[in-house]
T-cell receptor
Framework: DAGVIQSPRHEVTEMGQEVTLRCKPISGHDYLFWYRQTMMRGLELLIYFNNNVPIDDSGMPEDRFSAKMPNASFSTLKIQPSEPRDSAVYFC??????????????FGEGSRLTVL | QKEVEQNSGPLSVPEGAIASLNCTYSDRVSQSFFWYRQYSGKSPELIMSIYSNGDKEDGRFTAQLNKASQYVSLLIRDSQPSDSATYLCAGLSSGSARQLTFGSGTQLTVLP
């Protein structure tokens, strides 16, 4: 089975430009998470969805960040306008909501964003 | 206090030695804990979970949980160069929002 698929893998853009990151979760997983990872702050939860509905977006740093999940197989994280401090690796992860949570999140390979 | 805190390291140990990775947590995190391993340039993967006070062993890995001290640790026996990675401690948030909160990670290097 395919794992979590993220695109693009690498993105280099200039300050002020719009950035859109994409994620396809594992089929059948009803939770989807967006994390951001930097050396300074580690792995931070930005937002998560359950059955396509945003549940907690308290980790979204500013109004410049927005996320959508129009259907069970696709989510986007958008940054507009982007700033150099947004440079990080953005991970999408998914898990099943069936049964007891085992603690296992399935991560995509990440999107490395560099804002110049 | 951050919900989950780790010694940021980095930590270097010689091959064959025991590597000890530590993590503390706040009351905002429930008492289910997980260790993820992340190789450089890769995504995190779950390697251990622990729910009860005491030790849990899986091969060369032992997770330890001390609820009274709010302390979690991971021991890696007979460390190998292939164990070189960043190790992330994660706790399950309390309340209805059941999500993982990660520590900042400890970078481990096992020297041949």
């Amino acid at each position: 089975d395919a794992g979590v698929i993220q695109s693009p893998r690498h993105e280099v853009t200039e300050m002020g430009q719009e950035v859109t990151l994409r994620c396809k979760p594992i089929s059948g997983h009803d939770y989807l998470f967006w994390y951001r990872q930097t050396m300074m702050r580690g792995l931070e939860l930005l937002i998560y969805f359950n059955n396509n509905v945003p549940i907690d977006d308290s980790g979204m740093p500013e109004d410049r960040f927005s996320a959508k999940m129009p259907n069970a197989s696709f989510s986007t994280l958008k940054i507009q306008p982007s700033e150099p401090r947004d440079s990080a690796v953005y991970f999408c992860a998914s898990r099943s909501g069936q049964g007891q949570f085992t603690g296992e999140l399935f991560f995509g390979e990440g999107s490395r964003l560099t804002v110049l | 206090q951050k919900e989950v805190e780790q010694n940021s390291g980095p930590l270097s140990v010689p091959e064959g030695a025991i590597a000890s990775l530590n993590c503390t947590y706040s009351d905002r995190v429930s008492q289910s804990f997980f260790w993820y391993r992340q190789y450089s340039g890769k995504s995190p993967e779950l390697i251990m979970s622990i729910y009860s006070n005491g030790d849990k062993e899986d091969g060369r890995f032992t997770a330890q949980l001390n609820k009274a001290s709010q302390y979690v640790s991971l021991l890696i026996r007979d460390s190998q160069p292939s164990d070189s990675a960043t190790y992330l401690c994660a706790g399950l948030s309390s309340g209805s929002a059941r999500q993982l909160t990660f520590g900042s990670g400890t970078q481990l290097t096992v020297l041949p």
